[in-house]
């Protein structure tokens, strides 16, 4: 597509970004780890705003989820921050509190 689209200049250009999965991967890994930040600071600038559900909850094959949403304010506005994290050991409600 872009060999038919673009011009040859930026053709090359395109060429020259890195598309490997190793590469992607760690791209998305950089953006979630900089949303999580990002949230974590909103929430500690206002503590007194913030709401947070969990929830356990078993897929189709059994494996144990904690999901958590945090609902927070940031700027007047109401944000939300879903979570969720497989659990590899018992999962009754005081131990995944």
Do not use: W
């Amino acid at each position: 597509m872009a060999t038919n689209i673009l011009v040859s200049e930026t053709r090359k250009k395109l060429e020259l970004v890195l598309l490997s999965n190793n590469v992607i991967q760690s791209r998305i890994i950089d953006l979630c780890l900089h949303i999580l930040k990002q949230a974590i600071a909103h929430m500690k600038a206002n503590p007194l705003t913030i709401s947070l559900l969990l929830d356990e909850t078993t897929d189709f094959s059994k494996c144990s989820q904690l999901i958590a949403l945090v609902r927070y304010v940031h700027d007047g506005t109401i944000k939300n921050f879903l979570f969720c994290e497989e659990l590899k050991t018992i999962t009754k409600a005081k131990d995944v509190f």
